[in-house]
C-alpha cells in the first residue's frame, strides 16, 4: 500500500506504507539466486545468467506488486524454484507483475534506465546481485560479483537483463526501507530511485524485459 505525493522540484514520489511482516520477510529471500562463480566464455553460461535475469525481474515485480497491494496470495511456494521460468510459474508470476500499479513500476523503469546509462554500471549490478544472492559466503559474493562484472563488461547484450534484475531486486529492497522510515519517524518516506535515463534502442530490449517492464504500453 502506499500513497503518492508531488514534491516539486522533485514530481511525482511513491510514499509506501508500513509493510507487513510475512511481506517484508520475503525481500531478501527473492535475493538468493544462483549467479555463476566463474567466468565459462561458452554460450551456456550467457544463457543460464539471462534465464536468471529473466527470473529475478519476474520474483521482483511479484513481490513488488504484492507490497504495493497490501497482501500476498495464501500461497507462493511457486515463488522459490531456481529453474527456468515455464508454464504455470511463469504465469503467475508474469500476471502479479501486469498487476504492478504504474507509478510504482515507473521506480523500476527509472532504475532501470539509470543503470543503462551510467559508466559505473558494472560496479553497482554485480556486486549487489551477487552480495545479497549469498549474503553469509562473502567468498562466493567475491566470486560472484567478478564473474558478473566481467559479464557486464564483455557483453554488451546481457546488460539490458541483468540491468532489469538489479533493478526489479533493489526496488523491492528500497522499498522496504522507505516504509521502515515512514513507521519510525510518523511521516511519509519517498522510495529512492535513482534519475530516469533514456530507454535504449528497442533491438537491444529482450520480449521479457519489455513485457514485464510494459515498455509497449
Known sequence: MFTLSDDS????????RAAAPELTALVPRIHRTAWP?????????????LELCRLQ?????????????GEAPADVAWLWPGRRLTGPRQQLMYAAATAVPDPVLGLVVANWTWVLDTRFAGQVVGPYLAG???PDDGYTAAQATVTLMRIWE???????ALGAAWAACRTVADWCKAAELGAAYGRA????????GPLPPAAAVRPWIARLLRLDT
Open 189 to 196: 518516506a519517498p522510495v529512492f530511485t535513482y534519475p530516469r
Open 9 to 16: 522540484p522533485l514530481g511525482g514520489r511513491v510514499c509506501p
Open 37 to 49: 562463480v566463474w567466468l565459462d566464455p561458452g554460450p551456456r553460461m550467457l544463457r543460464d545468467v
Open 132 to 134: 545479497t544472492a549469498y
Open 154 to 160: 564483455r557483453h554488451a547484450e546481457a546488460r539490458p
Open 57 to 69: 525481474t519476474a520474483r521482483g515485480l511479484a513481490v513488488l506488486c504484492w507490497l504495493a497491494r
